[in-house]
Nanobody
Framework: QVQLVESGGGLVQAGDFLKLACVAS????????MAWFRQAPGKDREFVAA????????NVDDSVKGRFTISRSNAENTLFLLMNRLRFEDTAVYYC??????????????????WGQGTQVTVSS
């Protein structure tokens, strides 16, 4: 069992930036590929970005490409999401997830085995 705890969310203005973090309870984060998803009120959960176990491959949704960067530190058991030039439509609860298939950077939520509780990001226009 892997526990994931997100942090770094908050209320910001459009154009600002935030950096989210997700700390995993496992000492072997390199056993997992990781991802960020988000869910806005009244909408389905959607993919944001994913990264393979060593960070060699990333997969970023077109809606945030060029603005969001996913990265990880296996030594710190932490996943990051740097969000630049935030927009009102980025408002959502952001979740991190872990996938035992560590060589993939999947955009499918059903492939992820463990999920955090989420952190709220609110962007005012």
């Amino acid at each position: 069992q892997v526990q994931l705890v997100e942090s770094g969310g908050g209320l910001v203005q459009a154009g600002d930036f935030l950096k989210l973090a997700c700390v995993a309870s496992t000492r072997n984060l390199r056993d997992y590929s990781m991802a960020w998803f988000r869910q806005a009120p009244g909408k389905d959960r959607e993919f944001v970005a994913a990264i393979t176990w060593g960070g060699g491959t990333t997969n970023v949704d077109d809606s945030v490409k060029g603005r969001f960067t996913i990265s990880r530190s296996n030594a710190e058991n932490t996943l990051f999401l740097l969000m630049n030039r935030l927009r009102f439509e980025d408002t959502a609860v952001y979740y991190c997830a872990a996938n035992r298939r560590r060589g993939t950077a999947s955009n499918s939520a059903s492939e992820y085995d463990y999920w955090g509780q989420g952190t709220q990001v609110t962007v005012s226009s």
